[in-house]
């Protein structure tokens, strides 16, 4: 007996980011599937794929936003519920990975939350990730299946270059952002920007604290008279980027944008971006940005081609890393 299977290309997605993940597969061409999600009223979540997805390729879409617990907690039953149902390949796509921020001991008796969330995607039964600008590269090496890590910098360099003329600083608002910020120039060179400097802020968070980040001294150009663009992974309570903003005003910077791929835009946020130096604040939609978190000078794009286009090179089995020029590793 001989037997033709045929892949079947599945997207499910969980409650965390309607908008974003009907943007995906409008662009993928493909309905999403569907399913039955509810909470029962001890706050316990339950899920039911409404059709067979026996033999397909199930793609499990979930940023973890806010409540981080619940949004992650649903794609891991989205994912335990299709292993169950006897999918051939479950790929969790995470456009924003949770809990990334903790993936070493900084200190005594801390946990290393970025493996915890890793291990938990292979306890569910995930085969595969998908995910948008990790906090750090390396988080990739706590999984034991394939991680396709993805970037939103050829969403953001495009929209960039047409907002700055003259001469351009990069600036990364700590000194761990050098390849970051090289990529960035790289983007802006071969756009036809010749002055392009880079520079770090030396910042530092005082022991024991979260969300508190002290700027230190600027390091690498002067950018008196030049654009600077302010360049990071997120955005939580803003506190670091709006420090990095000030201190070029204050240094004599023609004009401030903010870019980051991540708008959590968590607690003062909103207040501290709006009443900061920066021209622009530029994120995409990895995450749902609603109405209370808005401001004028607040620039989202839509990272849902370029999820898309990973989705369909993972299900076709071609190369992710091609659709990023080498800048996503």
């Known amino acids: 007996m001989e037997l033709v299977t045929k892949k079947k290309l599945i997207v499910v997605a969980g409650r965390g980011h309607p908008e974003l993940a009907s943007e995906v597969t409008r662009d993928l061409g493909v309905p999403l599937a569907d399913i039955e999600l509810s909470t029962f009223a001890n706050g316990e979540i339950y899920c039911r794929y409404g059709e067979s997805i026996r033999g397909s390729d199930v793609f499990v879409f979930q940023p973890h936003c806010d409540p981080i617990n619940d949004t992650l907690m649903e794609q891991l039953i989205l994912i335990d519920a299709a292993k169950r149902a006897s999918a051939k390949r479950i790929t969790a796509v995470c456009p924003f990975y949770g809990y990334a921020r903790q993936d070493r001991k900084a200190e005594g008796r801390e946990p290393i ?130 420090n990095a903003a000030e201190m070029l005003h204050d240094r004599g910077a023609a004009e401030v944008i903010i870019a980051a791929t991540h708008g959590l835009l968590s607690g003062p946020a909103v207040d501290r971006l709006k009443n900061s130096p920066a021209r622009e604040v530029v994120v995409t939609n990895t995450l749902p940005i609603g109405d209370e978190k808005q401001f004028p000078s607040l620039k989202v794009l839509s990272i849902a081609p370029l999820v898309a286009e990973a989705i369909d090179a993972v299900f076709e089995d071609t190369s992710v890393s091609e659709l990023f020029e080498g800048d996503n590793f």
């Open 113 to 242: 939350t970025a493996r915890l969330v890793a291990d938990m995607f292979t306890a569910a039964g995930a085969d595969r990730v998908v995910t948008v600008d990790l906090h750090t590269g390396q988080i990739q090496g706590f999984f034991d299946f394939p991680v396709d890590h993805l970037t939103a910098l050829p969403v953001l360099a495009e929209y960039l270059r047409a907002q700055v003329s003259g001469p351009v600083t990069i600036v990364s608002p700590d000194a761990g952002g050098g390849k970051l910020m090289r990529r960035y120039a790289n983007r802006f060179e071969a756009a036809g920007i010749d002055d392009i400097e880079l520079a770090f802020i030396d910042k530092r968070r005082p022991k024991g604290t979260h969300n508190v980040a002290v700027a230190g001294e600027l390091v690498g150009s002067d950018v008196r008279g030049r654009s600077c663009i302010i360049v990071d992974d997120m955005i939580d309570t803003a506190g670091t980027v709006t």
